[in-house]
T-cell receptor, first 115, second 113 residues
Framework: AQKVTQAQTEISVVEKEDVTLDCVYETRDTTYYLFWYKQPPSGELVFLIRRNSFDEQNEISGRYSWNFQKSTSSFNFTITASQVVDSAVYFCALRPDPSWGKLQFGAGTQVVVTP | EAQVTQNPRYLITVTGKKLTVTCSQNMNHEYMSWYRQDPGLGLRQIYYSMNVEVTDKGDVPEGYKVSRKEKRNFPLILESPSPNQTSLYFC????????????FGPGTRLTVL
């Protein structure tokens, strides 16, 4: 069975602090994809990043960075120098087999950034 | 503009009254999917469709039906809604399944009294 765990329910920070969101996944498949989505207070779901199981290269995009470690089944997400606009719920998701249609989400982490 | 649309955006209904939530995409995507979002549970997949006339169950299909007669539309049908189906529903689409990024509709907030 596949499972995505986001152990942090809510994280509160003051603007300009860094925030790291944890994501741990479980799957028996050797091929899979991992995603991060953002849901701001307006409610829409915004795609942030996709990573496949064969690509452990970490990525930085502006203030966002991702740390994929297959050995620990983790796909963590860091916001550097947080801003109020980063306040949102962040979801980690797993697609265990590229030929399937299923997508497994974690419960989400609420990030609150105060000025 | 490329988008996934859902209607209605808000719906309040009563137990047992059949309803349909429509979902349409204009990106010629083969794959479409429905999710429900509940506090503390994240998004859970209800049904998905890899192509026209091809649908399959997600993790929480009970109480829901879908159909995929045309590529652009993927309606979600609640034949006899119950209060435990009160939720926020999202439709999503992607070019194909698997690695492709899913694009989500704006959501439909359903309340069943």
């Amino acid at each position: 069975a596949q499972k995505v765990t986001q152990a942090q329910t809510e994280i509160s920070v003051v603007e300009k602090e860094d925030v790291t969101l944890d994501c741990v996944y479980e799957t028996r498949d050797t091929t899979y994809y991992l995603f991060w989505y953002k849901q701001p207070p307006s409610g829409e779901l915004v795609f942030l990043i996709r990573r496949n199981s064969f690509d452990e290269q970490n990525e930085i995009s502006g203030r966002y960075s991702w740390n994929f470690q297959k050995s620990t089944s983790s796909f963590n997400f860091t916001i550097t120098a947080s801003q109020v606009v980063d306040s949102a719920v962040y979801f980690c998701a797993l697609r265990p087999d590229p030929s399937w249609g299923k997508l497994q989400f974690g419960a989400g982490t609420q990030v609150v950034v105060t000025p | 503009e490329a988008q996934v649309t859902q209607n209605p955006r808000y719906l309040i209904t009563v137990t047992g009254k059949k309803l349909t939530v429509t979902c349409s995409q204009n990106m010629n995507h083969e794959y479409m999917s429905w999710y429900r979002q509940d506090p503390g549970l994240g998004l859970r997949q209800i049904y998905y469709s890899m192509n026209v006339e091809v649908t399959d169950k997600g993790d929480v299909p009970e109480g829901y039906k879908v159909s995929r007669k045309e590529k652009r539309n993927f309606p979600l049908i609640l034949e006899s809604p119950s209060p435990n189906q009160t939720s926020l529903y999202f439709c999503a689409s992607s070019l194909v399944g698997g690695a492709d990024t899913q694009y989500f509709g704006p959501g439909t907030r359903l309340t069943v009294l």
